[in-house]
């Protein structure tokens, strides 16, 4: 059953309502089911499954690697720049190198897999067209389907 048979057999009457029906019901457009509401729900959701597929898979679009190389080079950077100052004042170079390694790891476990945030754009593929197949395959049998003779010398 479909949002739109669903949405005929609101229309119809056929079908009721959660909850009361106010007066004024007629004068407004009539609310959505509650079918209609957990089916569009589920579609926008992803559950456990889904997501643990999406990661195993590797998948991310191109828009995505572009996000996650940016976000990962502008947080390593600013941790750099952050890490350098804190540690110039504090005369330890040792905390630069705690900056940049804490974003390095942090940046790591967020744009090394393929979250679903990295994938909302993508790659709409087209089908494949189907080639001719060759009709010389049956008159390369007919010349040549023989041995080949070996002069004797």
Same mark, same amino acid.
């Given at each position: 059953?479909? &949002?739109?048979?669903?949405? $005929?057999?609101?229309r119809?009457?056929?079908?009721?309502f959660?909850?009361? *029906?106010?007066?004024w019901?007629?004068?407004?457009?009539?609310?959505?089911?509650?079918v209609?509401?957990v %089916?569009?729900?589920?579609?926008? /959701?992803?559950?456990?499954v889904?997501?643990?597929e999406m990661?195993r898979?590797g998948?991310?679009?191109?828009v995505?690697q572009?996000?996650a190389?940016?976000f990962?080079?502008? &947080?390593?950077?600013? %941790?750099? &720049?952050?890490?350098?100052i804190?540690g110039? &004042?504090?005369?330890?170079?040792?905390? /630069?190198?705690?900056?940049?390694?804490?974003a /390095?790891?942090?940046? /790591? %476990?967020?744009c090394?897999?393929?979250?679903?945030?990295?994938?909302?754009?993508?790659?709409?593929?087209l089908?494949p #067209?189907?080639?001719?197949k060759? *009709?010389? %395959? !049956? $008159?390369?049998k !007919? !010349?040549g389907?023989?041995k #080949?003779?070996k002069k *004797?010398?």
């Amino acid at each position: 059953m479909s &949002i739109v048979d669903l949405w $005929e057999m609101l229309r119809s009457g056929s079908m009721d309502f959660v909850g009361p *029906k106010p007066p004024w019901r007629f004068f407004l457009p009539p609310p959505v089911p509650v079918v209609v509401v957990v %089916a569009l729900r589920s579609s926008r /959701t992803m559950s456990i499954v889904d997501l643990w597929e999406m990661l195993r898979s590797g998948s991310m679009d191109f828009v995505g690697q572009k996000q996650a190389f940016d976000f990962q080079y502008y &947080i390593i950077w600013i %941790a750099g &720049i952050i890490g350098f100052i804190y540690g110039f &004042i504090q005369q330890r170079f040792l905390y /630069t190198f705690y900056f940049i390694f804490g974003a /390095t790891m942090f940046v /790591t %476990a967020v744009c090394l897999p393929s979250w679903p945030w990295w994938n909302r754009n993508p790659v709409k593929w087209l089908e494949p #067209k189907e080639e001719p197949k060759p *009709k010389e %395959a !049956k $008159e390369d049998k !007919k !010349k040549g389907g023989g041995k #080949k003779d070996k002069k *004797k010398e």
